[in-house]
T-cell receptor, first 115, second 113 residues
Framework: AQSVAQPEDQVNVAEGNPLTVKCTYSVSGNPYLFWYVQYPNRGLQFLLKYITGDNLVKGSYGFEAEFNKSQTSFHLKKPSALVSDSALYFCAVRPNMDSNYQLIWGAGTKLIIKP | NAGVTQTPKFRVLKTGQSMTLLCAQD?????MYWYRQDPGMGLRLIHYSVGEGTTAKGEVPDGYNVSRLKKQNFLLGLESAAPSQTSVYFC????????????FGPGTRLTVL
């Protein structure tokens, strides 16, 4: 079965330190990959996506993500964390050969940035 | 542009009552989706629509019905609410194509007693 794993329920990082939120997937073919962020009591916001090309993609709020095909991973990164980055982060994958238009979602990782 | 809006924001129902959640988007998106979000379970797709007049089942469609009579609106109905339907419901929309990101509404918090 196709799936997306976010192995850490919670990640704690000190402000100013680099952060990584991990995502791995098990999907056939070459999927499209997405990261979304959810602030408390808000809807999800799109951060960035990988479609094709350069394995390092840049997105909103200084975030970037690295696609690794051999490891089937798409980890979210930021060089210097801010307290305001504290939120819930979701990885999502869409098989590009799949015609049912559905995203496969990870369970989410809570990111806590401590001052 | 308002983006994706949802009404109502909060609702409390008694078991067996019915209600309709309304989603509206002003971005001329072809695709629309209804999700539910429960603690520790991420997002689960209830129903989706790839165009006006068409709908399809997602991962957890039981107990819900949808309609998309106009391109900009996507309605989610609960005919006979159950406590298991207590959740936060999100609507989303996107342009046609599997590579396009989804835009989300602010959510509706539903409690079924």
């Amino acid at each position: 079965a196709q799936s997306v794993a976010q192995p850490e329920d919670q990640v704690n990082v000190a402000e100013g330190n680099p952060l990584t939120v991990k995502c791995t997937y098990s999907v056939s073919g070459n999927p499209y990959l997405f990261w979304y962020v959810q602030y408390p009591n808000r809807g999800l916001q799109f951060l960035l996506k990988y479609i094709t090309g350069d394995n390092l993609v840049k997105g909103s709020y200084g975030f970037e993500a690295e696609f690794n095909k051999s490891q089937t991973s798409f980890h979210l990164k930021k060089p210097s964390a801010l307290v305001s980055d504290s939120a819930l982060y979701f990885c999502a994958v869409r098989p590009n050969m799949d015609s049912n238009y559905q995203l496969i979602w990870g369970a989410g990782t809570k990111l806590i940035i401590k001052p | 542009n308002a983006g994706v809006t949802q009404t109502p924001k909060f609702r409390v129902l008694k078991t067996g009552q019915s209600m309709t959640l309304l989603c509206a988007q002003d971005m001329n998106h072809e695709y629309m989706y209804w999700y539910r979000q429960d603690p520790g379970m991420g997002l689960r797709l209830i129903h989706y629509s790839v165009g006006e007049g068409t709908t399809a089942k997602g991962e957890v469609p039981d107990g819900y019905n949808v309609s998309r009579l106009k391109k900009q609106n996507f309605l989610l109905g609960l005919e006979s609410a159950a406590p298991s339907q207590t959740s936060v419901y999100f609507c989303a929309s996107s342009y046609r194509g599997n590579y396009n990101e989804q835009f989300f509404g602010p959510g509706t918090r539903l409690t079924v007693l």
